[in-house]
């Protein structure tokens, strides 16, 4: 082990160097103050000797009533140009300022969000050729400290982002990152181009890495150019004009002979220690220049060539005369700029700078200055003289590389301005700006400046500094006040006061310049300042103290023998016979070469026939949403079409998938005719109309009967057109355009028959036949033409003519009950409309309907012969009014000889026993059941018996009044009315009501206790009666309270999400409006943002939201919990479809208020956009224009996406796409998964706040990912469809084999999925097999899209001679009602569709009750099952009837209640009733179920049912009630429950229910 340590460490010490630790300045200016470490340090507060004066004392600007900047900067800071200086200061001076201020301050970067304070533009300016009023030059605010600028205590201070020492960060960088990049990172040096050139024509590497330099436009060009085209120095402005960047190169050369030296010097030094040296003394020759040789000639000349002395940076007290506070190095000294140097003395040296500079090459050899001319190709020149300034500005690379020589030559060369108040056009209308102002006023801009930063006026800046104040304009500058009117017009334009107190800082103080300098003001200002940073910086070159010492005493004294001149010369090509002995000066008597002339802008003045200097570029402006007019509108007009579009192609699938369906059809045609071999009968599509659609049909012509037949394709009858009596045209209607296979056949008083077929050749056959069959009828027919569109919404559809037939029972029941129009809601029909009701015909369909029969009913028959008295085959207004009259009114032996007269066709008086049994038989139509032959006869026997008749016997009328109107029956009888639908209301009278309610308790008694029961019981079943509405006001609110007690569960969820959902969009609505108000997004485009942001919140709120609506089996799992108590589990689906439209609804207003945002947002300048946008990088080069958002960014292009997406699944979800074409709803609905994805992306951008789209995701991601799991982890069964029945009622009845493994309980459900419509689609059932049978049977019915496709797959007139499609099986899930034989006694009660479940449990109780040794504690089971009308559920009273059969032990009692009659006794029921008395009494079963069950008619009163359980089961202590239906039935139920259980004596009622 040791010998491994020695094999390491003696490596390291042969790198060991004779260099000794030190500290190095910091970069940042962190820890260079020990005691205050922050002070110095970049992001440090400019300081202030005066105190602010903002408008509102916190941070709204400074001077609001002085006048306009553009007006003082024309009357203060204008005159005539080419005034060259008075004491020879030069351009080497003017601009190696410059760089010194660019070392130690920088706050020109804008505050973020951008605060504009821009300029007014006076109507006679330059820049307001025009004249208009709301012209405005740009002014942004400085960025600032954020922690202020919340009170007067506490007023906004601006940063300066560098530190304030003269640390070298204009050669290295403001940051160590900044400095790496530009490093070689080899002997020290900075990395140059090419690194084997001399240090005299090296320059430094170019910028390809894309360090953040300053970039706007150049105004010559007036366009935007990469940064990678600079070179790669330390200052980041230093690319501003070729000046400034020749100093930066100077210096970049000076760094890297340095190390050189050093190398030579100390070979053992590594790259780190030669770099950090060399820097040390590159810091100190700089920091000796500035101190020692720039600042006291730029401070001060005198026409004798005194300087202003600088006070020694060590004194003692007797050299002490001024500043005796700096005296070396001290910790309490505050190094920082003050917002007065900052805002107005440094820019002193506005007045100084040159409007161009003479190029000078090497001296002749004869003498000659060889001063260079400049190739230009602007205003129609080739070249020029002299360089011009205003149009160099950030184009400098392309002078400083070939003539960087020739410009250290021609600064020294070229005098700087004169030292006055006047400010050349180069700054002061030329100086640059941003693209859509390349041209700006310079001196407006220092005015603006210094009321942005709350400056205080010119006096009190001068009491702060110590100086006395000026009590007159004329003390400001006496001389200037005697030779111009300069001082004059200022008074008048401040107000005409008698002291310039108010005037701004930087006018005041550059009014005082003279000859020799800046006046008293800024001297002060200035020399303060630099002092501080002296005696502030610990690491100055001159500091000895031994703590800090960094250099020797002759370090430091051949330190302070560097000049600038010798840097030129080491670093240059420059001769030192070609350059001033003082480079800061200029002087054409002794310097080597003279300027040829001083250069005056402006002013086309040329020397040798060519011009001097050419004019600055004019000013330029730019609409920065140029060139995205296209795209943004034909972005948003694509999105827009999208939806239309989306729409259009999914009724071209629909119309592909029916035209493929269409030609299949068509090849079937053929074999379908071809078997019929019936010529009069055809198939077709009958459209029923627009809200109705479409129904196959059997259209058949009986020529015998002289009628047409519509049946469905099982031959059920739908409809019948009877033209016996016809002697009206008949009217056809033929579509002349796309597949002409449409017709409409119109009959008086019938609705159309409209009818689609295959194919015209079809159609034509069918109309040829129909001819001919109208022929042989004798009756005429017109033929007419039209487009299939008009054809369709000309035809007569059930649903109109329904529209006049309810108007038509309503009218009859105002005559026949003495009511008013408005009980019958009838109250606004006009004349027209009751005449138009009085001439109505009804049809023997239309009258079926009304009874709620089938035409081809015997009864109907019957009747409708009866009422037509004038025998014109359709039933008029009186004729019905007439029978409708005695019907309601008439009593017993009225409505008997009626019924009498129904069957007595031939009027003989009496009825055969043969005529007998067709009525009884007629009147079992409407229960559709039958009895055997035997059966019936008994029947017979039993009702002729009671009549006193013989066997054989006919029923004459008296007869048959002893059968149905005898005193048993009277009662029931005289109760009876017609029956047609809703308008029989009951009586308004007390008496009436009591009269009908005690014809009805009578009929009910009578009924109840005849024994329709197997055995004799004490068990009390009563229906209860619900009354009437008075109004139909009433009847309304009713309806509404029902509806809220039906689904108050679902209100109560509806309502807290909604308030969720509202309290989502209005924080963040809130957050963008007033917290965020800093971040400036809402500056710029309004209040579209708060819109926007709330609406994406809820957005991803609602989304998020959908997943758990999503999650099945954990839906399925918590419904079996306590929590379906509280949670409507069931309605998830709709949950989910009203989320969905939140979803959307939230969707639309985020895509419309993001088009105006991003409209405002691409008008903005893209510098502006960048500290709203501070996590998205752009280049400087790149306009932030409306493509680069939409499409160039993450958040843009992912937002384009997302749209689409959203578009494709909700258009691909509406009912008719899920209708026609599900298998493509079911695909573009998983594009969900792309919505996540993409959502996610859409916020990672961070484009204006972080990513929130997770916070909302995790939750319902990881239900639905749980829920996912759960789902794949369970077996997809594939099984076999062994039998499938359409029954009755749009009911699919399926039946298929049971899978091995499939275990489950009574009660359960599935989730199915069809194979042929689709694998990955399931839909959930209950089951309807019992656990012990070997099969899995299913009854769907056909209520929506799936369900209906369902039907359609499995009806075999579909399915030909094809085997069933198999079916996904995945389950069980749910638990059923369970513990059912836990309870002595058991309830079930089942409502609606919640009798589903109790299908199979009903079949497991028998099957248990008959497993021998297996021993129950349940002794008896009620089985209350309340429906509208037992032929919704045929299929139930089939397996109640197996139940029956099976259960030998009368272990469970069936009572049915029938609600559709709780209120409507009419006289085919009635009759039916009084045929079941005797029918029961012979064959113990109902004759109108079927059933042994006691069937009852209105609904069960739960409570007397529940507590007569103790009258029949005495001793039972505990009953089980289980309930399963709609919530205001469970509901009854459960408050019985309550009630009964206050009751000490009877026994405990525990109640279970679920909610369908």
Known sequence: MLIWALILILPLAGCQSDHEEIEYSPQDGWYNNPVHIDWGAIDGQLLRRSSPVYADGVYHMAGQSRPNPFTISEKAHSG????????????????????????????????????????????????????????????????????TGFSPNNPRQQLNEITPYLDGTLIYGPARAWTDAIRAFKDGKLKARDPNATIK?????????????????????????????????????????????????????????IAEDLKREHPTWGDEELFEEARKFVIAHHQNIVMYQWLPLWLKITSTGDTIDIPPYLKNDTQCTEYCGFNGYSTEIHPGITQEFQTAAMRFGHTLVTPGLWLRGPLQSNGDCNFRKVKVNIQGLDEVHALRLCNAYWNSQETVEPQLDDLVRGMTSTLAEKEDHIMVPDLRDHVFGPLDFSRRDLGAINIQRGRDHGLAGYNAVRLAYGLSAKSTWRDINPSLFDRLQVLQDLQLLYGNTTAPDELDIFSGGLLETTEDGPGELFTAIMLDQFLRIRHGDRFWFENIDSRFRRFSDDEIRKIRQITLRDIILNVTNVLDSEISADVFLHNNLTDPCGQPTQLAADTNNKFENITVIENCTNLQHYDYFYGSEASFALSFLFLGLCVPGAIGIMILMVKMRQKKIQEARKILAPKQRAKSNDPNSFEAIEWMGPTMGERKVKVKLDNDRKKIHINDTRRKPLRMLDLRKMNAKVHFRKSRDKLRNTISVRLPNEIDLVLRFIDEDERDAFVTQLEAFLQGLGINREVHEFDEKSVLEMAETKEERQKVLDTFFRVICVQAFDRTPGQMNIGNLSAEDINKVQKIQLTRTEFAEALGLKPTSVFVRNMFLLVDSDNNNAVSFQEFLDMFVVMSSGDADDKAMLMFNMYDLRRRGYLTRGEFVKMIKSLLDLSDQSIDDGEMNNLIDTMFTTAGLSPNQNVDLNAFKQIFASEEHKHTLESASLGIGTIEQAPTSAKAKMGRRANRDKFLKSYRHTGLTRTKTMVKVKTEEREVPPSPSQAKVNEIIRWIENYKRQIFWVTLYTLVLVGVFGERAYYYSIERENAGLRRIAGYGVTITRGAASAMMFTYASLLVTMSRNVITFLRETFLHTYIPFDSAIDFHKLIAAYALFFTVMHCVGHGINLYHISTQASTDLNCVFREYFRATDILASFHYWTYGTITGITGVILTLIVIIMYVFAIPYARRNLFNAFWFTHNFYILLYIFMVLHGSGRLVQNPLFQNFLYGPLVIYVFDKLVSVSRKKREVSVIQADLLPSDVTGLKFKRPLDFEYKSGQWVRIACLEIGADEYHPFTLTSAPHEDFLSLHIRAVGPWTINLRSTYDPNNLGDRIPPKVYVDGPFGEGHQDWYKYPVSVLVGGGIGVTPFASILKDIVHRSQVQNQRMACQKVYFLWVTRTQKQFEWVTDIIREVENADKQELVAVHIFITQFQQKFDLRTTMLYICERHFHKVAGKSLFTGLSSTTHFGRPQFQEFLASLNQEHRGVKQVGVFSCGPPPMTLKVDRACTELNKNIHLPTYSHHFENF
């Open 201 to 257: 024509d090296s320059f430094p590497a170019e910028n390809t890495i894309r360090l953040p330099f300053a970039n706007p436009p150049a105004p010559r060009q007036h366009l935007l150019r990469p940064v990678s085209r600079f070179l790669a120095i330390g200052n980041p402005r230093g690319n501003e004009n070729p000046m400034l960047l020749t100093f930066a190169i100077l210096f970049f050369r000076w760094h890297n002979k």
């Open 80 to 147: 005539t140009p080419g005034l060259g200086s008075a004491r020879g200061r030069n351009a080497m001076m003017v601009y190696f300022g410059q760089q010194v201020v660019e070392e130690v301050l920088d706050s020109q970067r804008p505050g973020c969000p951008r605060e504009f304070e821009n300029i007014p533009v006076p109507k006679d300016h330059p820049y307001n050729p025009e004249g208009k009023d709301n012209l405005f030059m740009p002014f942004l605010r400085t960025r600032y400290d954020a922690s």
